[in-house]
């Protein structure tokens, strides 16, 4: 059974930054696709950022977010930097065979093999 657990959500004022972690303790993130994705409510959960190859980043975070991994932690992170009202959502880590990362479909696709439970993150 793979389980993803994240953490580091909270509330923070409209400019301030958190860092979100994904615990991946049945998987190595680095063989994976592992991504990001969040959903305020009464809207469609997105793609915010995803790992394999490289980076790859939806154009309301770039510039502001990191993703991260460390095989040795079994976690991936998110830096959210300059954070704003709109950046308000559930946050989701998710996981799924590496080729879904490239061109960054794993984003537009929306969906995965795995996900966690979610961490809340409010902006104010």
């Known amino acids: 059974h793979v389980q993803l657990v994240e953490s580091g959500g909270g509330s923070v004022q409209a400019g301030g930054n958190l860092t979100l972690s994904c615990a991946t303790p049945?998987?190595?993130?680095?063989?994976?696709?592992m991504g990001w994705f969040r959903q305020a409510p009464g809207k469609e959960r997105e793609g915010v950022a995803a790992?394999?190859?490289?980076?790859y980043y939806a154009d309301s975070v770039k510039g502001r977010f990191i993703i991260s991994e460390d095989d040795s932690k079994k976690t991936v992170f998110l830096r959210m930097n300059s954070l704003r009202p709109e950046d308000t959502a559930e946050y989701f880590c998710?996981?799924?065979?590496?080729?879904?990362?490239?061109?960054?479909?794993?984003?537009?696709?929306?969906?995965?093999?795995?996900w966690g439970q979610g961490t809340q993150v409010t902006v104010s």
């Open positions: 998710a996981a799924d065979s590496p080729g879904y990362c490239v061109g960054g479909y794993f984003l537009r696709r929306n969906g995965a093999r795995y």
């Open positions: 049945a998987l190595t993130p680095s063989g994976y696709c």
């Open positions: 790992i394999f190859d490289r980076t």
